[in-house]
């Protein structure tokens, strides 16, 4: 059960009906610095914050300036009644986005052939009195953004029984991630909770939504794993809309990590290794590996997804690997080298990463952890190999640097 927070009563069902956005001095000039602590901690609100950074982040992604503007009012529109509390009550809902619970989280994808893309993901029903309202709040919200686009919900609305039962439980219940292409149109990509109808029943509800989207084969051809944890489903102008499946793997090894991909081609077993052991801070050459103590990533658990785009073959045309980082480092310089080995292994400009942690804080790297939440090695056919880094908003909270390397009790999930 989610905690329902008694500060502020609301319906959000009725609250999120388009109000005038005030969020406080939003200075949208491309060249404006806007700085994050612009305003005194009692006067801003979780919009205004995260807005702040999300046009800080857009200027260094070189998005144009109306760009910038228009990306930052989708995300206060989509945040809803919640964009105006204030940042000093505290937050809104347990949102399981971030472990602070700011319902916002930033990411950037490289390429070796391209300048980043920027995406953010967000939980428009946050706050929401519980979880069937939750769901409702973001269904309509992502509705409300498909019609001002022209974007097809047909694939969401074929799917909303299954994942939006009228009792539902998890974590979640709908979030929404939009990429920031130039242009100021969004790509936009929806996460359904697959454990709606009861932890028990999620592998059925993923079988039977592949099904509908007629990936009939495609539940067979998922490696094992622990738990179900997204659906996710790509909207709209895409070049080949993916579903895909999110796989918690509890204790792993870079061993065992190396064979979680079925889709031919992409990075081979060596590589997915040599990935998982730079993020986890294990030894490169998988020395401990072979005295048979490989070390297992026993504090949170690594995720992979797997994207399905054809329905011919019933096989999976992406593989990605996240590793959360956070976890297993002491502090986010920690984090941040790792993520810049990555990069570099790749030939990818650390540039953009580095001027989007200063974006989004004013803190030393060593101060705390959690900042780069994530890292993910990603394939999909046809396209160059991608390396994602996830950046935390850190509106609520940040986690206090672990002490010599012993991770703090609160990494547990
Ligand atoms: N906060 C959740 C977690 O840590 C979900 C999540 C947020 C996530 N960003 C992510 C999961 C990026 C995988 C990759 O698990």
Same mark, same amino acid.
């Given at each position: 059960?989610?905690?329902?927070?008694?500060?502020?009563?609301?319906?959000?069902?009725?609250?999120?009906?388009?109000?005038?956005?005030?969020?406080?001095?939003?200075?949208?000039?491309?060249?404006?610095?806007?700085?994050?602590?612009?305003?005194?901690?009692?006067?801003?609100?979780?919009?205004?914050?995260?807005?702040?950074?999300?046009?800080?982040?857009?200027?260094?992604?070189?998005?144009?300036?109306?760009?910038?503007?228009?990306?930052?009012?989708?995300?206060?529109?989509?945040?809803?009644?919640?964009?105006?509390?204030?940042?000093?009550?505290?937050?809104?809902?347990?949102?399981?986005?971030?472990?602070?619970?700011?319902?916002?989280?930033?990411?950037?994808?490289?390429?070796?052939?391209?300048?980043?893309?920027?995406?953010?993901?967000?939980?428009?029903?946050?706050?929401?009195?519980?979880?069937?309202?939750?769901?409702?709040?973001?269904?309509?919200?992502?509705?409300?953004?498909?019609?001002?686009?022209?974007?097809?919900?047909?694939?969401?609305?074929?799917?909303?029984?299954?994942?939006?039962?009228?009792? &539902?439980? @998890?974590?979640?219940? *709908?979030?929404? =991630? %939009?990429?920031?292409?130039?242009?100021?149109? $969004? !790509?936009? #990509? /929806? +996460?359904?909770?697959?454990?709606?109808?009861?932890?028990?029943?999620?592998?059925?509800?993923?079988?039977?939504?592949?099904?509908?989207?007629?990936?009939?084969?495609?539940?067979?051809?998922? &490696?094992? @794993?622990?738990?179900? *944890?997204?659906? =996710? %489903?790509?909207?709209?102008?895409?070049?080949? $809309? !993916?579903? #895909? /499946? +999110?796989?918690?793997?509890?204790?792993?090894?870079?061993?065992?990590?190396?064979?979680?991909?079925?889709?031919?081609?992409?990075?081979?077993?060596?590589?997915?290794?040599?990935?998982?052991?730079?993020?986890?801070?294990?030894?490169?050459?998988? =020395?401990?590996?072979?005295?048979?103590?490989?070390?297992?990533?026993?504090?949170?658990?690594?995720?992979?997804?797997?994207?399905?785009?054809?329905?011919?073959?019933?096989?999976?045309?992406?593989?990605?690997?996240?590793?959360?980082?956070?976890?297993?480092?002491?502090?986010?310089?920690?984090?941040?080298?790792?993520?810049?080995?990555?990069?570099?292994?790749?030939?990818?400009?650390?540039?953009?990463?580095?001027?989007?942690?200063?974006?989004?804080?004013?803190?030393?790297?060593?101060?705390?952890?959690?900042?780069?939440?994530?890292?993910?090695?990603?394939?999909?056919?046809?396209?160059?190999?991608?390396?994602?880094?996830?950046?935390?908003?850190?509106?609520?909270?940040?986690?206090?640097?672990?002490?010599?390397?012993?991770?703090?009790?609160?990494?547990?999930?």
């Amino acid at each position: 059960m989610r905690r329902v927070d008694p500060v502020e009563p609301m319906s959000v069902d009725a609250g999120f009906a388009r109000r005038p956005l005030s969020v406080g001095p939003l200075d949208t000039r491309p060249s404006g610095r806007v700085s994050s602590c612009a305003l005194p901690r009692h006067a801003e609100t979780l919009g205004g914050h995260t807005a702040r950074q999300l046009l800080r982040l857009c200027e260094t992604a070189g998005l144009s300036g109306p760009d910038s503007a228009a990306y930052a009012r989708t995300l206060l529109t989509l945040l809803g009644p919640m964009g105006e509390r204030p940042l000093d009550l505290p937050a809104p809902d347990d949102s399981f986005v971030a472990d602070d619970h700011t319902p916002v989280e930033f990411s950037l994808a490289f390429t070796s052939d391209a300048a980043p893309t920027l995406r953010v993901v967000l939980e428009p029903g946050c706050g929401a009195p519980d979880l069937a309202s939750n769901g409702r709040t973001g269904l309509e919200a992502v509705r409300d953004m498909a019609r001002r686009w022209g974007i097809d919900t047909g694939r969401l609305d074929q799917l909303e029984d299954l994942f939006f039962p009228p009792d &539902p439980r @998890g974590p979640l219940a *709908l979030w929404c =991630a %939009l990429e920031m292409v130039p242009g100021g149109v $969004p !790509r936009v #990509k /929806v +996460y359904l909770n697959p454990a709606a109808s009861g932890q028990e029943r999620s592998a059925e509800t993923v079988r039977e939504a592949l099904r509908r989207l007629g990936h009939r084969q495609a539940f067979a051809a998922l &490696p094992e @794993g622990d738990r179900h *944890l997204f659906f =996710a %489903l790509d909207l709209g102008d895409w070049n080949e $809309p !993916r579903a #895909k /499946v +999110y796989l918690a793997h509890h204790d792993m090894s870079a061993e065992e990590a190396a064979n979680l991909s079925r889709v031919d081609g992409g990075p081979g077993p060596a590589e997915i290794a040599s990935f998982f052991r730079t993020m986890a801070g294990h030894d490169p050459d998988g =020395a401990e590996s072979a005295a048979g103590r490989d070390p297992r990533l026993d504090l949170r658990p690594v995720q992979s997804c797997h994207s399905f785009t054809e329905t011919a073959t019933g096989r999976p045309s992406g593989f990605t690997l996240y590793i959360p980082v956070r976890d297993y480092a002491r502090h986010d310089g920690e984090a941040l080298d790792r993520a810049l080995a990555v990069l570099g292994r790749y030939g990818m400009d650390p540039t953009p990463l580095l001027r989007s942690l200063s974006a989004v804080t004013a803190r030393r790297l060593r101060d705390g952890v959690g900042l780069v939440a994530y890292v993910g090695l990603a394939h999909q056919e046809g396209r160059p190999t991608r390396v994602t880094t996830y950046i935390s908003s850190e509106a609520y909270e940040v986690r206090p640097p672990a002490i010599r390397g012993v991770p703090s009790p609160r990494s547990r999930p």
